[in-house]
């Protein structure tokens, strides 16, 4: 039940129709007896400096999850950066502090390293293909990398954003092979959507998947619809598939420690 007490959080986005994060922090919520729920709340792409302003001004907002296209202008307009967004200098989860202040984190990378893990999908010494150079593209890029992956190539069509993001996960792990690639996927163990691609049935692949190894996994970052333009298309090809809601279900713990939400008790 919703009352005068219960505390809101959020998650904001453009566009927000697809998410899932409320449904999973709703979920999370009434299972423990938490009295807070999750909204879904649209700040257009080129409007989150005034929505950050509203946001501020929510007293009972005590944080909020931030996803595409916002995460990397959220991380600039924090008061402070935590954990991987101090590197990344991009954020998914923002926490307000009791003097009003927003810290913000990146939590995506490590929610997908373990979302493959706990699915059998080993990443050390595997060789990866990433799809994309945003925010989610680079929220992978450095958890791979430091998960032990041996071989990392990002694939953008804007190819400048592919070779900052190579050039800077290469120089934080030296260890891990990454270089700049096309649209041609061949010669990975698993091969990553980390792009918009697949919110609409008519979305293209982000890459050519007809260039995958048959051993590939093709593993998506979008979490609605699980079965994707690219998955569905993978499936049928023959290719074992990751969808991309694992993400989201493997951070969930993560980023309920970082907003400081109540401990769990049982009803």
């Known amino acids: 039940m919703i009352t005068g007490t219960t505390r809101l959080y959020s998650i904001i986005g453009d566009p927000i129709a697809h998410v899932r994060t409320p449904t999973a922090f709703n979920d999370y919520f009434a299972a423990r007896n938490i009295d807070a729920i999750c909204v879904p709340i649209l700040i257009g792409r080129d409007d989150l400096p005034r929505g950050w302003a509203g946001l501020k001004a929510i007293a009972n907002l005590d944080g909020f999850i931030v996803t595409a296209p916002h995460k990397a202008e959220a991380a600039r307009l924090c008061d402070r950066l935590e954990g991987d967004g101090v590197h990344t200098k991009v954020v998914n989860t923002v926490r307000r502090e009791a003097d009003g202040s927003y810290s913000g984190t990146l939590l995506d990378g490590r929610g997908f390293v373990r979302g493959l893990q706990s699915h059998g999908h080993e990443v050390k010494g595997r060789r990866f293909y990433l799809a994309g150079a945003g925010g989610a593209a680079t929220a992978l890029a450095f958890a791979l990398a430091h998960s032990g992956a041996a071989a990392l190539t990002i694939y953008n069509r804007t190819t400048s954003k592919a070779e900052s993001l190579a050039d800077a996960v290469a120089k934080a792990y030296p260890a891990c092979d990454v270089k700049v690639g096309t649209a041609n996927a061949a010669g990975h163990d698993i091969a990553v959507n980390a792009t918009s691609l697949g919110l609409k049935p008519t979305d293209g692949h982000a890459f050519e998947l007809a ?24 499936k049928d090809r023959g290719h074992a598939i990751h969808f991309g809601i694992h993400m989201l279900n493997s951070q969930l713990e993560l980023m309920m420690q970082f907003l400081g939400v109540s401990a769990p008790r049982p009803k």
Not at 217 to 232: N, R, Y
């Open 211 to 234: 260039s995958a190894d048959p051993s590939t996994l093709i593993a998506e970052v979008v979490m609605k619809p699980d079965m994707t333009p690219l998955l569905i298309a993978a």
